[in-house]
């Protein structure tokens, strides 16, 4: 089962526009991370959050995590036309889950030029 | 440093037919671990390994094998082939560093079983 629920799952923004992806996931965790997928590649990871942390910044991006929400939101801000990808949040939980990351099905982000 | 390879990059089975999926990774990195991806869907845990000589199940193993001899490499092994199995396969690796670490995925084998 996935973990993380991503909301919108297809997000449309012009060059510039700010964008936001949602995540929610269902137990406990470690650390939540984001990674991006160009079409047919592999993933590249964006940012790490741990639990213990409610905001991360990273170049353009920004990243919430609400523990009591179980709940995280990426921000890209200034969006240009190579950030159309699609992005993935995954959890990582504690204890003996260490390094199995449980992802949501995605959000698929087109900017448009 | 050449990072996470896989090979092949394409293949096509026909059912019931076997075949292994490589991977390599030239970090020396302790953690490995292998993900299948199928369309619109996030990436589900087949099967990971801490270190040579140890390896554990993720979310979905059935229907493949895998053994880590060394470091360096962690392969895949699909027994029997069958459709279900049609998806892209991602293997990733990450140091422990004392701690959580960032994993780095390679580029992925996108596998057809007829």
């Known amino acids: 089962s996935q973990q993380g629920e991503e909301d919108p799952q297809a997000l449309s923004i012009q060059e510039g526009e700010n964008a936001t992806m949602n995540c929610s996931y269902k137990?406990?965790?470690?650390?939540l991370q984001w990674y991006r997928q160009n079409s047919g590649r592999g993933l590249v990871h964006l940012i790490l959050?741990?639990?213990?942390?409610r905001e991360k910044h990273s170049g353009r991006l920004r990243v919430t995590l609400d523990t009591s929400k179980k709940s995280s939101s990426l921000l890209i801000t200034a969006s240009r036309a190579a950030d159309t990808a699609s992005y993935f949040c995954?959890?990582?939980?504690?204890?003996?889950?260490?390094?199995?990351?449980?992802f949501g099905q995605g959000t698929i982000l087109t900017v448009h030029p | 440093n050449a990072g996470v390879t896989q090979t092949p990059k394409f293949q096509v089975l026909k059912t019931g037919q076997s075949m292994t999926l490589q991977c390599a990774q030239d970090?020396?990195?302790?953690?490995m671990s292998w993900y299948r991806q199928d369309p619109g869907m996030g990436l589900r845990l087949i099967h990971y390994?801490?270190?040579?000589?140890?390896?554990d199940q993720g979310e979905v193993p059935n229907g493949y094998n895998v053994s880590r001899s060394t470091t360096e490499d962690f392969p895949l092994r699909l027994l029997s082939a069958a459709p279900s199995q049609t998806s892209v396969y991602f293997c990733?690796?990450?140091?422990?560093?004392?701690?959580?670490?960032?994993?780095?995925f390679g580029p992925g084998t996108r596998l057809t079983v007829l």
């Open positions: 990733a690796s990450s140091g422990f560093a004392g701690g959580t670490d960032t994993q780095y």
């Open positions: 137990t406990s965790i470690n650390n």
């Open positions: 959050i741990r639990s213990n942390e």
């Open positions: 995954a959890t990582e939980g504690g204890g003996t889950s260490y390094g199995k990351l449980t």
């Open positions: 970090m020396n990195h302790e953690y």
């Open positions: 390994s801490v270190g040579a000589g140890i390896t």
